[in-house]
């Protein structure tokens, strides 16, 4: 099974990533998918705002994006829960990148119907191309990871 793991805290992370607000147009994006939702279940849209964060911090890095703490801290903000649940549901779903990823970013299954398949295959070709799991190429362009 994949690792998943949170980008560790630091003060870095927190310069670059503590000041995270939405873009103008996101902030729209946003007020819309939680009204959505009737009132008292507005916490039920933290999936596609996770995502939309997700897509913001990718475009500011020019990457498939990825949630740092501080932005995931943002997001529990926005639909007043607490950190742990959003956490929670970045950890569970492989469509939230938890650590940087490259601009590309190759996802390959690892169970054993997948590899019955040729995902071992897929594995192999990648890393004979340089790539290596849970990695990104020294150029930042590639990520593999295994889902």
């Known amino acids: 099974m994949a690792e998943r793991h949170l980008e560790p805290d630091s003060p870095e992370?927190?310069?670059?990533?503590?000041g995270f607000a939405w873009t103008a147009q996101n902030a729209v994006k946003a007020r819309e998918i939680i009204a959505r939702y009737p009132d008292g279940r507005q916490r039920s849209a933290v999936m596609p705002l996770l995502d939309l964060a997700q897509r913001q911090?990718?475009?500011?890095t020019q990457t498939q994006g990825w949630l740092p703490i501080p932005v995931m801290e943002f997001v529990a903000r926005e639909l007043d829960m607490p950190?742990?649940?959003v956490v929670e549901v970045a950890t569970f779903y492989t469509m939230?990148?938890?650590v940087p990823v490259g601009r590309y970013h190759v996802q390959v299954c690892g169970t054993t119907p997948c590899m019955l398949r040729g995902s071992d295959d897929?594995?192999?070709?990648?890393?004979a191309r340089g790539m290596h799991k849970g990695g990104t190429s020294a150029d930042g362009l590639w990520t593999l990871t295994e889902v």
């Open 13 to 18: 992370l927190r310069a670059r990533w503590g």
């Open 57 to 60: 911090v990718g475009a500011e």
């Open 83 to 85: 950190i742990i649940r």
């Open 96 to 98: 939230y990148n938890l």
């Open 122 to 127: 897929i594995m192999a070709a990648c890393k």
